[in-house]
């Protein structure tokens, strides 16, 4: 009896100190001081992660929390929160969506509650607006309907055609929109006084990045060339965890800049669509989820370059 007593003692009290978000998948990376990652899964979007497969960035400063993007659902934002908490008494003033992906906004709606001001270009609002209703049903397969209830679509009360400044307890966070690339409404944000870059969706390292519909692969090439012009000390990506300008530039830009010059060649030899699955793209096997995502890659970017 004794040792059974003395068990539950230390269980109880192991449950007291644990951190309330100790069962979500996200992960917190220091990045600098007051700058931190929140590393979500690199595959799909479960039950477990809460839609949360994405990284999202903090910023701490004396006047309160921005948050890079809001997570992927109600209880996903609830996530995110719990894990602030963790490392901050400050509260949630200002939300930045980076794009249009679920996991960029559909959390807004937690932290708007609380106070939070929402920033996107606009670009991001129209495309959230023109998708809203496939991500929930998207999301409604994964959770259920009292689940799903509680996420309410709401867009950015702030928006900006191409350049926002926020200024925040003495840190600048200018937030820049140079074009369409995974989503329409893509952003970056760039600290200059931290030497970090928050790239959103247009930098996946660690797993293969997906043109969708909704892409612009040719812009995309563009748009990471504007942003890696900063030479950012350190990335925080959409996806993956923190990491070098020379590591995004291997895992997104060389990969889109293959892509579209293997399918430009591919086009020039007159083959058709048909044939794509013969292209070979084996240099980057060794990026997370690739079967299941270069041979939609290839199809969609011959699908773009056929009326280019």
């Given at each position: 009896m004794k040792l059974t007593k003395h068990f539950f003692i230390l269980l109880f009290v192991a449950?007291?100190?644990?951190?309330?978000?100790?069962?979500?998948?996200?992960?917190?990376?220091?990045?600098?001081?007051?700058?931190?990652?929140i590393v979500g899964e690199l595959g799909n979007r479960t039950l477990a992660n809460r839609g949360n497969n994405?990284?999202?960035?903090?910023?701490?400063?004396?006047?309160?929390?921005?948050?890079?993007d809001s997570g992927g659902t109600y209880q996903g934002a609830q996530e995110i929160d719990l894990l602030i908490?963790?490392?901050?008494?400050?509260?949630?003033?200002?939300?930045?969506?980076?794009?249009?992906?679920?996991h960029r906004w559909l959390g807004n709606d937690y932290f708007k509650q609380q106070g939070a001001q929402i920033i996107a270009s606009e670009q991001a609002v129209l495309d959230q607006n023109k998708r809203v209703q496939?991500?929930?049903?998207?999301?409604?397969?994964?959770?259920d309907a009292e689940f799903m209830a509680q996420t309410v679509p709401l867009t950015a009360d702030t928006t900006f055609k191409d350049y926002f400044e926020l200024e925040l307890?003495?840190?600048?966070?200018?937030?820049?929109?140079?074009?369409?690339?995974?989503?329409?409404?893509?952003?970056?944000?760039w600290l200059p006084q931290k030497g970090v870059m928050f790239s959103?969706?247009?930098?996946?390292?660690?797993?293969?990045?997906g043109v969708g519909t909704q892409s612009n692969s040719k812009s995309w090439i563009n748009v990471f060339q504007t942003m890696a012009a900063y030479k950012p000390a350190y990335?925080?990506?959409g996806h993956g965890k923190p990491t070098t300008l020379a590591e995004a530039t291997i895992d997104t830009y060389d990969y889109l800049v293959f892509l579209r010059a293997a399918i430009g060649d591919f086009i020039d030899q007159g083959r058709d669509m048909t044939e794509i699955g013969s292209l070979d793209q084996s240099e980057?096997?060794?990026?997370?989820?690739?079967?299941?995502?270069?041979?939609?890659?290839a199809q969609q970017v011959f699908i773009e370059m056929e009326w280019e």
């Open positions: 449950l007291a100190i644990s951190p309330a978000w100790a069962d979500t998948p996200l992960e917190r990376h220091r990045v600098v001081d007051g700058v931190y990652a994405a990284t999202f960035g903090l910023v701490v400063t004396s006047e309160g929390v921005v948050l890079i908490k963790d490392i901050t008494d400050q509260a949630v003033v200002a939300v930045i969506n980076t794009g249009g992906q679920d496939d991500q929930l049903i998207s999301l409604g397969n994964l959770f307890g003495g840190v600048v966070m200018q937030i820049h929109h140079a074009g369409p690339a995974h989503t329409p409404g893509d952003s970056f944000v959103g969706d247009i930098v996946y390292v660690e797993r293969m990045l990335l925080v990506p980057f096997a060794y990026l997370q989820n690739f079967d299941a995502i270069a041979g939609r890659n």
